[in-house]
């Protein structure tokens, strides 16, 4: 750890001259990546773009919970498509109603919810004829 920049030292001086110390400590010598250009994801400048990789790897969401819930429901019910069995399909929906119902119970932290639980009966039968149509 460094020691506290001296009172009437100039910040940029006494900076500089950290790094020099550390130079001839040879603290950087051996750097990984060293003399290789930065990476670069081709998404242009953005002044938050080391926020946006940190929850990015985190796993963090940046909508609010009922907007993260809608997306999540537009997700499953996409799903219901592909679902191997009635049996799937009726777990996916119920396991969704109790997240929405969940949610409605809760005072709204964001934006409100705008959804209701969905009819399993009513999903499972778009699901037959979707996958009567495919056959």
């Known amino acids: 750890m460094t020691e506290r920049k001296p009172p009437g030292v100039d910040f940029e ?3 500089d001259k950290q790094i020099r ?3 001839e400590r040879g ?3 051996g750097l990984s990546g060293a003399g290789q250009p930065l990476p670069d994801d081709g998404a242009g400048y953005d002044e938050l773009w ?3 990789r940190k929850l990015a790897r985190e796993g963090v969401s940046v909508l609010p919970p009922a907007l993260a819930l809608r997306k999540e429901a537009e997700d499953v ?3 219901v498509a592909e679902a ?3 049996r799937a399909v009726r777990r996916m929906v119920e396991e969704l109603n109790g997240r929405i119902r969940e949610m409605l119970l809760k005072p709204p932290p964001g934006p409100p919810l ?3 639980p969905y009819d399993v009966d009513e999903v499972v039968r ?3 004829e979707g996958r009567a149509e495919r056959q």
């Open 13 to 15: 001086s006494w900076v």
């Open 21 to 23: 110390e550390a130079e």
């Open 27 to 29: 603290a950087f010598d």
């Open 50 to 52: 080391w926020i946006k």
């Open 77 to 79: 019910l996409a799903a």
């Open 84 to 86: 191997p069995s009635e």
């Open 114 to 116: 705008g959804l209701r």
């Open 126 to 128: 778009r699901w037959r």
